[in-house]
């Protein structure tokens, strides 16, 4: 995978989520009269909330507002909300988000391989969060359960790359259609760029290839390639991140882009924010 050179884009767009320092010559010209107030080109950015778990909810949610961002994953953590709150909690934390502006769009990373008692709660967990898709990560002898779930509850499945070292599950996207390409098509992909990369594939490639069961994305950067994760600052690490988002662009991607970043549990925005930043900055200058 190669870097993108980051040259002036970083400069423009790393500090905070703010594009001013970028030409208003060229990203007036890149908008439409219609679309001026859509920054991002109409991908659904926003923040996988596994960014942000060892922050208690309130926290969370101003970490979000921060980098400005307005659509969310929300992960099954308990300091946000979990499934082990009864129903009225979770949909008031739910609730907590859309009160300050952010809509959530999926819950999860959210596993599904203890029966079909365990898969059932979190199909009500969604419902009850009210959330169109769960990131999940099922066995293979989950799938016949989650088939039928998808047709009772009508919420869609978005499985999980983890990578190579996922043997036996899912590495790759690729893994994830072989296995469900015959299951209802409410059964589809979280492509997580950087584990994909990993596992050999190519992030932008699958994108493209699948897009029609793409439901989530997890978007981030990496330092190396391999077996061990090594989560760094968007722009910092190898993945080519045009050509995924070019990749987003070009299929008119309408699920949500959440920004996955795995450093600095306990102080994640300064990293957060600065990849926000740059890919911002990198987007604009596509355009």
Not at 82 to 101: N, V
Not at 150 to 174: C, M, Q, R, T, Y
Not at 248 to 258: D, P, R, S, T, Y
Request: aromatic share 6%.
């Amino acid at each position: 995978m190669s870097k993108f050179p980051r040259r002036q884009l970083i400069k423009a767009g790393a500090v905070g989520v703010c594009i001013s320092m970028i030409s208003g010559k060229l990203y007036a010209a890149a908008l439409t009269a219609t679309d001026q107030a859509d920054s991002w080109f109409g991908l659904k950015m926003g923040v996988a909330t596994y960014s942000l778990r060892e922050l208690p909810i309130e926290e969370a949610i101003q970490g979000v507002n921060r980098v400005g961002l307005k659509y969310v994953s929300i992960k099954n953590v308990k300091n946000h909300i979990d499934l082990s709150h009864s129903s009225e909690q979770r949909k008031r934390r739910a609730r907590m988000f859309r009160d300050a502006g952010i809509m959530p769009l999926s819950v999860g990373n959210v596993p599904m391989r203890t029966g079909e008692a365990d898969i059932r709660k979190a199909f009500e967990f969604a419902r009850d969060i009210g959330v169109p898709t769960i990131v999940c990560a099922p066995s293979h002898d989950a799938l016949p359960i989650l088939d039928r779930m998808v047709k009772e509850f009508d919420i869609k499945l978005a499985i999980h790359n983890h990578g190579p070292e996922d043997k036996g599950f899912f590495p790759s996207p690729v893994d994830v259609m072989r296995a469900v390409e015959k299951l209802d098509k409410r059964i589809g992909l979280c492509i997580d760029v950087g584990h994909t990369a990993r596992a050999g594939v190519d992030p932008a490639e699958t994108i493209l290839q699948f897009h029609e069961r793409l439901y989530d994305v997890h978007l981030k950067d990496i330092s190396a390639l391999g077996n061990k994760n090594t989560p760094i600052e968007s722009g910092r690490g190898i993945l080519d991140s045009k050509s995924i988002l070019a990749a987003l662009l070009k299929v008119k991607f309408q699920g949500l882009v959440g920004f996955e970043y795995e450093k600095d549990a306990k102080d994640p925005i300064p990293g957060l924010s600065e990849s926000v930043g740059y890919i911002k900055g990198l987007l604009a200058g596509m355009m």
